[in-house]
């Protein structure tokens, strides 16, 4: 597995010098939203800003800043029209800041902050490839499971691991704002992750998203012992379960990675517009 922000830190391991390009603000139409990097090196990027000439002339001016022929650190202003070669209409703001690898501690943590965190409980084969893509996009990843052994050695950046028995003990434990995952290797488990969740909801209401992975049949037997438990059926309705964009019916653990990856990504900007 490996992510953007490790292809950047890999960089950095091995010396080399860059320039981090970063969407500070945008308005109107732009090719990507704040918050957005690219990594310039000598002889490669990391990452994108959206292409075109927007990303082109960037390329050009940070290889300009990297080479000492330009002092260009700070914010530019770049609008998005005639002049640039592009029809937007908008008007980009980037931020210019070389790095090396002294930055590699500190660039890991700001980058990571700006992702979305997801809980994934569950390391069986769903669990592994939704970590897997969950780690090519806009996510950290808290993946937990009770069992020892479970996790791959090598991770990227973006996803921590987390060994918890009981394993809906990790639920008080997660970030506000966490959308979660639940697939793990028993029923037993699942419904105690549900509970837990539901818990927090009730008290905190900070979690945005709560995925079951399963049937129409499993959640409607879930759904009366979450019932018998006290729960209402509003309440109820914060739970989705089966979990994945409808129409995607295959079974390949990487087929309902990318399924529950869109729809992911469906609340999150979502989320965004309304906000």
């Known amino acids: 597995m490996n992510g953007l922000v490790d292809e950047l830190l890999a960089h950095l391991a091995r010396g080399d010098e860059g320039v981090l390009v970063r969407v500070e603000s945008t308005q109107g139409s732009a090719p990507r939203e704040a918050g957005t990097w690219m990594a310039v090196w000598q002889d490669g990027l990391t990452a994108t800003i959206g292409g075109g000439q927007l990303e082109f002339q960037a390329i ?12 260009i650190e700070g914010v530019r202003r770049y609008p998005l029209g005639p002049s640039l070669g592009q029809c937007c209409g908008g ?24 992702l979305e ?27 937990v499971d009770s069992r020892d052994g ?19 003990d990790a639920v008080a434990q997660l970030a506000p704002g966490s959308r979660v995952l639940i697939m793990s290797f028993s029923h037993a ?21 709560v995925g079951l992975i399963g049937s129409k049949t ?5 759904s009366h012992r979450l019932e018998a438990r006290g729960f209402t059926a509003e309440e109820l309705t914060r739970v ?24 992911l990504l469906q609340g999150l900007y979502r989320d965004a517009s309304a906000g």
Do not use: M, N
């Open 91 to 114: 008007v980009v703001f980037l931020s210019y800041r070389r790095i090396g690898p002294a930055d590699a501690k500190a660039l890991q943590a700001e980058l990571l902050a700006h």
């Open 117 to 143: 965190p997801v809980a994934l409980f569950g390391g069986g084969h769903v669990g592994a490839a939704l970590a897997r893509l969950l780690s090519t996009l806009p996510f950290k990843v808290r993946w």
């Open 60 to 71: 050009a001016e940070a290889r300009d800043f990297l080479a000492g022929h330009a002092q």
């Open 189 to 209: 488990e699942d419904l105690d992750i549900v509970i837990a969740c539901l818990k927090r909801l009730r008290a905190r209401g900070d979690l945005p998203y």
């Open 240 to 263: 989705t379960c089966p979990i994945g964009v409808p129409g995607i019916t295959g079974k390949e653990p990487e087929v309902i990675a990318v399924a529950v990856a869109a729809q």
């Open 218 to 222: 499993k959640w409607a037997t879930f």
């Open 150 to 168: 479970v996790f791959p050695d090598a991770l990227p950046a973006q996803i921590e691991t987390e060994h918890s028995d009981p394993v809906q």
